[in-house]
């Protein structure tokens, strides 16, 4: 049964439903401790308090590391968006030393392997899937490069740079992918639960004099885990849901190819009107 609808909630809906679950199953432990009698008596409450505290620290660690693996990850498909950028950019720069009819063809399988990653590949990604067709664009336009011969000693020259481009292009496509729809694995989460439960079920079976006063710490420390497991949830799929990486750089250097591809050359825009014969 695939989980990946998970991501798909509105933030605020995946928010508070982690939250108010992780609240109802401490104030469960609590109310579940009380009933059975499994409270420490207040004599006992420094000696258990030592250990809950020894519990408390190793999951607090134990996830901020989690966190902080989750944001890493989350800025490296932002580094693997914008670097894909910025390679296209050089690559369209570079195919201007190229001979006309080859350069705008070139050129033109470049915007198009753009219009494609944005248009086709990321709502494909923000659902778990990968496209074909930007795959294949992506390819071909690798194969166009490394298949081409320099017709003279400038493109020779240029050559090296070219296929230097593409497969920078390729390598942060390939980055962005992998990391991107890649969550935690299964073992993680499951210390991440797991360790959750022990530590909220721990915590319950302190005792205070007041019954609020106790369903109300209960439910603060239950409220703070949720918060941080929907940290993970939300950063865990750098790709998916609302909390995700964004293409606005990809979308920046397309406009900006298209219009470069739209702009007619310097030597066309001031050319002189014919005279007429006198």
Known sequence: MSYLWIYQ?????????????????????????????WTVG???????????????VVYAVALALIVVTVQNRFDQVEQAVEMEANQAGDLFA?????????RVRLQQDLVEYLNSVIGVEWPLTAQGRTSRQTEALARH??????????QDQHEEDLYPHLV??????????????????????????????????????????FHAERRRVQLLTMALT????????????????????????SPEALQ??????????????PHQMHTPPAQSPR
Do not use: K
Request: charged share 15%; no cysteine.
């Open 42 to 56: 207040p004599g006992g409450n420094e000696a258990a308090g030592f250990r809950h505290a020894a519990v408390g």
């Open 252 to 265: 920046e250097e397309q406009a900006r190819l298209e219009q470069i591809m739209r702009t007619p050359p």
């Open 141 to 150: 336009l690798m194969d166009e490069i490394v298949t081409y011969h320099p």
């Open 164 to 205: 230097t481009d593409i497969h920078h292009l390729i390598d942060a496509r390939q980055t962005r992918l992998a990391i991107g729809l890649e969550g935690l694995n299964s073992p993680t989460w499951r210390v991440i639960v797991i360790g959750a439960l022990i530590t909220l079920f721990f915590a319950s079976l």
């Open 9 to 37: 909630l509105p933030l605020p809906v995946l928010g508070f439903g982690v939250t108010t679950l992780s609240v109802l199953v401490g104030l469960t432990f609590s109310l579940l401790a009380d009933r059975l009698g």
């Open 94 to 102: 570079t195919f201007g030393g190229l001979n006309a009819d080859v």
């Open 222 to 245: 239950s409220a703070m885990f949720g918060l941080m497991i929907f940290l993970i949830l939300a950063m865990d799929h750098p790709l998916l849901g609302q909390f995700s990486v």
